[in-house]
């Protein structure tokens, strides 16, 4: 599937999509919690389905009633066969939070974590390393699928580096609280995407578990026999690594007002609206809304190290802005779902930006741009990215494989449609 798009402001009012790091997090913790909890105001994508999935194989009871997750949680998880979850969807979130999870469950069974598309070159051995420290029988095969033995883990000390992926930490942090011993972690390099960390803390804090947290965030310390505890009603923030993209649109060609965001949220890519505001975008902030709108923006330095998955949106906004922006610390992003700062290099220059690739980062000067044949890289945000920039291009831009939005927003195209001031301009063709 493609969507073509032709230039059209945007105007009106819409609701962020809810977060899928709170979604993910939130889900996981209510199914290591014994008894029913609810997740309101939750996100429905593919790498949330995967997850779901993964722990229904795992011994969870998760069902969808009145518009609330309802999760039947059990501490003590439990398969009575060899399980293989297939990560079809390509979900690296899923992959290293429930590697961890996974070795809690009570079984003499194997359970494989079979790896597919790109999936399959994201680093995951990190975490096994930090895992076998902690007692772990784990393991890559020939196939790059993850196999591991669960069994009855003590806990104890164990080591990781910081600067690949918050990911790792996220999953054994999960894990530890209900590990036989206390258990430390320690970083072992500089963190990067703190926030993501805090928002793990965060929702362990509302299912009951306590961890004791360095201040540099280089050490975390976790008792063992911790019980998760269920919660009668979680409700999910808005996402503002999805926001990102709507109130950029407003800043380069819309009138636009957003809901469902927490102007206090720990989450990292709430730096939107500090770039913005820096950008010199008209942008009105209040509690519960924020609203954006056609700009003369500015170009800005912009360190990403604790937002990577703002950068391709943040280019797009660089195309429009006058002068220079240059974005830096964004190396991790080549292991991300695409080479995201060669993939969003090669599209926008497709459309005629004058952009040029680092080796940690991207120098974007003001361009006029045109619409061009965008090849989404199966990226999510790679392909709503070159659909807010040809939002504003002269001539029709082509998103091919438009569908890898489902990952994390899949009713963007359609609230694109919503805002346009002209409908027609954003039309859906099938292959």
Not at 243 to 253: E, R, S, V, Y
């Amino acid at each position: 599937m493609k969507y073509c798009i032709i230039s059209t402001a945007l105007k009106g009012t819409i609701n962020a999509p809810p977060s899928k790091s709170y979604t993910h997090r939130a889900i996981i913790c209510a199914s290591l919690a014994n008894g029913k909890s609810g997740i309101t105001n939750y996100l429905e994508s593919n790498d949330i389905t995967e997850t779901i999935s993964a722990l229904r194989m795992l011994g969870t009871n998760i069902k969808e009633f009145n518009q609330t997750l309802e999760i039947d949680g059990n501490e003590n998880l439990n398969v009575k066969n060899d399980v293989i979850i297939d990560c079809i969807k390509e979900s690296g979130s899923t992959l290293r939070f429930l590697i961890p999870v996974a070795s809690m469950v009570k079984t003499d069974k194997t359970i494989t974590f079979i790896r597919k598309g790109r999936l399959k070159e994201r680093p995951v051995e990190p975490l096994l390393e930090a895992l076998k420290k902690l007692g772990v029988e784990c393991e890559i095969d020939k196939d790059k699928n993850v196999i591991a033995n669960p069994g009855k883990i003590k806990g104890g000390k164990t080591e990781i580096s910081g600067n690949i992926s918050s990911q790792f930490i996220t999953g054994l942090l999960f894990a530890c609280p209900r590990f036989e011993k206390n258990s430390e972690i320690t970083i072992t390099t500089e963190i990067e995407s703190k926030p993501y960390l805090e928002i793990t803390l965060d929702v362990l804090k509302d299912f009951g578990i306590e961890v004791d947290v360095s201040e540099d965030m280089r050490k975390f310390r976790i008792s063992g026999n911790q019980h998760y505890k269920r919660k009668d009603k979680f409700r999910v923030e808005g996402d503002y690594s999805s926001a990102a993209f709507l109130l950029a649109a407003g800043a380069i060609n819309g009138n636009i007002e957003m809901k469902n965001l927490n102007i206090n949220s720990k989450q990292g890519d709430r730096e939107i609206l500090n770039i913005l505001k820096r950008m010199e975008a008209k942008i009105d902030i209040k509690e519960c809304r924020i609203h954006v709108e056609t700009s003369e923006l500015k170009g800005i330095e912009i360190d990403v190290k604790n937002i990577p998955d703002s950068v391709p949106v943040l280019a797009v906004l660089g195309c429009y802005a006058k002068g220079e922006t240059k974005i830096y610390n964004a190396e991790r992003l080549q292991l991300k779902e695409s080479d995201r700062l060669s993939a969003i290099a090669t599209e926008l220059r497709k459309m005629g930006a004058n952009i040029e690739e680092l080796k940690n980062g991207l120098i974007i000067k003001e361009s006029k741009l045109r619409g061009a044949i965008i090849d989404s890289h199966n990226d999510h945000r790679i392909a709503m990215a070159c659909a807010i920039a040809g939002l504003s291009a002269e001539g029709e831009t082509t998103i091919d494989n438009s569908e890898c939005v489902n990952k994390s927003y899949p009713n963007f195209f359609d609230d694109l449609k919503r805002l346009a001031t002209n409908k027609e301009n954003i039309m859906k063709v099938h292959d």
